[in-house]
């Protein structure tokens, strides 16, 4: 429509409106008539294990050249959640290669996703989850990798040398591999969730009203009822699925109040509640928020024997944005070194996808108690879980309108 | 009449006053004007189909209305989910105030009146929590309102009973109290500055005409310290009201969503930062209806004392 004619329409509108005393239905009407959205439909690349994608390399941010080292004295800008990378492997790596290390937090990817598009913040390293990396790519705010830099990248497993997500590895590199289930205390739920018909339904069990928690996290949360309710398709874009979510989100929101939060592996080891959506990383680090006098064997993580639950992997990217892209291939490469990813995940309690951590051995390694045995990821559970994937931009839309009536409280 | 006014203003004195307000103006117009643009050219803007971030439109002819009309009908319209945290916002606020006065009223009165050479220290107490973050405060009670935390500790007065309350799950009653704690050494400073400008001769006088304490107080302290009140009120619960971190620290829950957590939540959803805008200025409608109100009643007051 000419701009011209949007303007008079405008004032043809206004008048009316005002004629109408703008009570607040004829608010509401002129306000819907004066809305002319017309954001510009970019095909969008929607890759999924069924349609992988090659990404083109960015003509704006070409690769760095190999065989340089970081420079002295400079800084690397690090984005990341907060507990997700250990504080001895980042000082290592200064004292290392005398880089200052700056560490910044989010709380959700959302959070995240707008922060680095803004393009102001300069971080050289994030760390998003692959429903991310389409965006990232598309909008032009990755650097492609220099493989020469990445020496340890055949620590990795196999299935990560050449992702569905990424095929040829041209941005991202795997960080950490991590289901979403169930945690609880057994001190504080007596019920057996893990035998329960249908685990999920502890969450609607209003024997635990106001003693349990979401993640906030909007499409880990939503995808949860589908799962509860027999739906496969986490990423559906049938808009009965979604009517689904909503009414069960909504009776969750009413009958159970439940936090909404990505702290859980702190609150919950200190009695804040004892049942909660949780991902298996935070459920294995939960024994060491535990007050003293609390056995660590309180501690419980269900996720569906079968591997059919949600499954993910989180990603370590290079930004356009960095000062200091060599800095990041080498901190990228640090932390595919078995020991270094050892330490890592000692402390993050997010298992690394390397061959060295044999998902057999990893309570007999120590990495973690034996009843939380559960929230180890294999290999396979890639193949039969349901991963997270970047929605179409109109069901991106609807879901995150049905997110936000939720978090508004009702 | 002309001669004496001209005697008093100095050489120039039209233009000196304009002059000195000129930075002042300027300075308004920057770190108000221009970001309240940025807000409403956000607000009418567009969102880059990829990313789904804001995408703002500085020209108003070219305003797209949308965002504020998806607001607006979840406001008023048939699926107003948006109204229950606005009415939530203004009950948690006005209960907050009200408490933070209940309690600042008798603390600035003591120590305006009473506090005699300690008045200094008082002050300085009154002031001490400004010193810490508000965050901190915050995550200190945190700790202290844990399931297994000091509260409930001492609430079982030393496990006689068996107190398990989740005081950080949705409660609406931590969320008042939290703000209250955190807003009320706002309150006590303009509080204070009203009591110990009230002239002491007219309560003695009070006295001496045979009001008794409780007269003496409706009749002459509370209508001399009325502004103080007002401005109190107003410092306290205008930043109340875009809060959202005590709710995100002391709840966690959305069934205590308030403005602020509607902000916080929009700003940071791809393809909702528009809505962020459209709360911003209901909140600065919302705030500039007492501001008015405040400054109709100071005047009439001023007019009275001329």
Known sequence: MPAFGRRAGRRTVMKGALAAGLSAPALSAFLTACGTKETSSTAVKIPSPTSPVTWPLSEANPAIAAGQTPKAGTTLRIYNYADYLSPRVMKDFEAKYDVDIRLSTFNDADEALTKVASKELKFDLYFPSYDSLGKLVQADLLRPLTRDYLTNYDNLWASFHDPWYDRGARYSVPYTIYSTGIGWRTDMVPTDVAAMDNPYDVLWDTAYAGKNAILDDWHTAMSMVLLRNGIQDINSTSSKDLDLIRTQLLDLRKTMRPKVTISMYTEMPAGQYGLSQMWSGDAINTPYYLPKGVSPDVMRYWFPPSGRGEIDNDLVVVLAQGQNPVAAHFFMNEILDNKIAGQNFGFTGYQPPLKKFTPDTLVADGYMPENLATAVVRESDFKDGYPLLQLPPETDTAWHQVWQEFKAGG | ?306
Request: charged residues 10%.
């Open chain 2, 1 to 306: 009449m002309a001669d004496a006014e001209s005697r008093r203003t100095p050489p120039g004195g039209r233009r000196i006053w304009p002059l000195l307000a000129l930075p002042g103006t300027i300075w308004i117009a920057v770190l108000f004007i221009a970001p309240l643009y940025v807000v409403v050219a956000i607000l009418f803007g567009g969102v880059d189909p990829i990313l789904r971030q804001p995408v703002p439109v500085w020209n108003p002819l070219d305003w797209d209305f949308t965002q504020l009309a998806y607001v607006w009908d979840h406001i008023v319209g048939p699926q107003p989910f948006f109204r229950p945290a606005l009415v939530r916002t203004v009950v948690y606020v006005s209960v907050a105030s009200l408490l933070c006065l209940v309690i600042a009223y008798p603390v600035a009165y003591f120590t305006a009146r009473f506090a005699g050479r300690w008045k200094g220290v008082l002050l300085a107490a009154l002031i001490a929590p400004f010193w810490i973050s508000y965050m901190m405060r915050m995550l200190a009670w945190v700790n202290l309102l844990q399931t297994d935390g000091l509260v409930n500790k001492a609430l079982s007065a030393g496990g006689l009973f068996d107190v398990h309350v989740a005081w950080l799950q949705g409660h609406a009653s931590t969320v008042i109290l939290g703000l209250a704690y955190g807003y009320v050494p706002y309150m006590i400073l303009p509080l204070y500055a009203g009591l110990d400008r009230a002239p002491a001769a007219m309560l003695e006088a009070a006295r001496d005409l045979g009001a008794s304490r409780f007269e003496t107080f409706r009749r002459v302290t509370w209508p001399l310290t009325r502004t103080a009140v007002v401005v109190s009120l107003l410092v306290t619960s205008l930043p109340m009201l875009g809060d959202y971190f005590t709710v995100d620290l002391l709840s966690g829950s959305p069934s205590n969503s308030m403005i602020g957590n509607l902000i916080n939540n929009s700003v940071l959803t791809p393809g909702q930062t528009g809505q962020a805008g459209a709360f911003v200025l209901i909140i600065l409608i919302v705030s500039v209806i007492p501001m008015s109100l405040y400054v109709k009643s100071t005047r009439s007051g001023t007019d009275i004392a001329t």
